[in-house]
């Protein structure tokens, strides 16, 4: 009797509340770990930001003239307007393009040279990071004591030398301000490229540069096939990254000629600072970065499309 009613009888398993998964914990756990990343991400960037793009659409003055009040695009219709805006605009682009380009020439052949077997170049690689390693500011009032007329390092050589007949004020006259800064930037910049571009050529086989030897493909040849298309990617984030730096650079700048003489070195970051702390107008300041935000999201979207194209034809092929 007591073995056909265990027999029937079923055991019930005890009831549990199930908890969450494994997986499940993992997730919160990892929301825990980035929360304070979101959270400084919203404080520092994303507050500032939206800050200056609501400043932009309203009359904001430090001098209370200005009433707070909404005024739509009249402060970037100002902006572009004003009378230096274009002149800043055009002096952002040559000031970018050509302390970049000069950045990558000059970073590469240094690479190109360190990486040869020559010996103390182990000194060198050290040397070359100097100029990296210095302030903006030590670096731009150095340079700037050297390029003075009266008592300029660089211009006592230059009329030794005799390429100059008397000294000449390379940081005071309109046509020389922004290209004599463009220079010392360059100077101060290369080895950034230099030590990237050197890691990725010690990553590149040597098996390749010993098989195109063999084909008779010369150093020149090989440099152009093989060096530069290996280098690309590398070669593309750097110059997108200094693209972002060099155009929104202010001390520079600022530190050798704070614009000037007559605004020929002035650049759109320059403007922005006139803006909000010479004539304390938040608005206008505003508005102007915003514009330089635009630009660069405009040439990021470019930027982005055309690796999707190369991307692509790439997988077309």
Sequence with gaps: MRASIRKDA???????????????????????????????????????????????????????????SFVGLANYVEVIRSEYFVQAAVNTSIWTILSVAGEYVLGIIAALALAQGIRGRAIFRGIIIIPWVVPVVVAGLTWTWMLTPDYGVLNSWLVKLGLLDEPFYFLGEPDTALLSIIIVNIWRSFPFYTITLLAALQSIPRDIYEAAALDGIGPIGRFFKITLPQLKGVSIVLVMIHIIWTSINFDFIWVMTEGGPVHSSETLPIMIYRFAMQELNIGLASALASLLLAFMIIGFMMYYLYLNRESDHREGM
Excluded: M
Excluded at 12 to 17: A, F, G
Excluded at 41 to 52: C, G, K, M, N, T
């Design 10 to 68: 079923q055991v019930q398993p005890l009831s549990r509340k199930e908890g969450p998964s494994r997986e499940t914990k993992a997730k919160r756990i990892a929301y825990l770990f980035v929360l304070p990343v979101f959270v400084f991400f919203l404080v520092i960037v994303a507050y500032p930001l939206l800050s200056v793009i609501w400043d932009s659409f309203h009359d904001k003055n430090l001098l209370n003239t200005g009433d707070g």
